[in-house]
């Protein structure tokens, strides 16, 4: 079975921390992504990932930043969180192509106090 | 990448059809409609995906006009269980672009018994 696993299920962090969230992929997918779900406003894109070191912004990447050094590794940082990063995010990989199903991860619920 | 539109909610009652329409209208060429299910606290789930006219699978039939510009997901007698967010994305077949999937707000669909 095709598996994303996403580092933590829930995560409490304090604002200015720097937060990591790892996502690790076990189908040497070639795509990576990371999104954010809140209450009303469905599933934003914050970054996608197309190759190993390749990267592209999404609909909201402010506050946020990715690393692929690997291609079954994706990670999440936040520089420096705030209450309002609050949310689910959740990581997702495909193959390459647009005719390629996408997994999910179970996400993460990540807390800023 | 088109911009997708579907209604936010709908209700139906175990053993309808259920039909989600989606309208697409800027979809371009390389473009393929893919429609993906989630439950709560769990990460988006595949459900079908297509180019033109009709794909079925076990889960659902997926109708596409000649024009391309909408999409109607259709669920075959529905149980309590399809009770979940439904979303229609446009994905693009380009390199870097051949997996990026932008999430839309979804429909809401509720069955009742």
């Known amino acids: 079975d095709v598996k994303v696993t996403q580092s933590s299920r829930y995560l409490v962090k304090r604002t200015g921390e720097k937060v990591f969230l790892e996502c690790v992929q076990d189908?040497?997918?070639?795509?990576m992504f990371w999104y954010r779900q809140d209450p009303g406003l469905g599933l934003r894109l914050i970054y996608f990932?197309?190759?190993?070191?390749?990267?592209e912004k999404g609909d909201i990447p402010e506050g946020y930043s990715v690393s692929r050094e690997k291609k079954e590794r994706f990670s999440l940082i936040l520089e420096s969180a705030s209450t309002n990063q609050t949310s689910m995010y959740l990581c997702?990989?495909?193959?390459?192509?647009?005719?390629?199903?996408?997994?999910f991860g179970q996400g993460t619920r990540l807390t800023v106090v | 990448l088109a911009k997708t539109t579907q209604p936010i909610s709908m209700d139906s009652y175990e053993g309808q059809e259920v039909n989600i329409t989606c309208s697409h209208n800027?979809?371009?060429?390389?473009?393929?409609i893919t429609w993906y299910q989630q439950f709560p606290s769990q990460g988006p789930r595949f459900i079908i995906q297509?180019?033109?006219t009709k794909v079925t699978n076990e889960v659902a039939s997926l109708f596409i006009p000649a024009d391309r510009k909408s999409s109607t997901l259709s669920l075959p007698r529905v149980s309590l269980s399809d009770t979940a967010v439904y979303y229609c994305?446009?994905?693009?077949?380009?390199?870097?672009?051949?997996?990026?999937?932008?999430f839309g707000q979804g429909t809401e669909l509720s069955v009742k018994p």
């Open positions: 997702a990989s495909s193959q390459g192509g647009a005719n390629t199903e996408a997994f």
């Open positions: 189908m040497d997918h070639e795509n």
């Open positions: 990932s197309y190759d190993v070191k390749m990267k």
């Open positions: 800027n979809i371009a060429t390389n473009d393929y």
């Open positions: 297509g180019y033109k």
């Open positions: 994305l446009v994905r693009r077949a380009t390199y870097n672009q051949g997996g990026k999937l932008i």
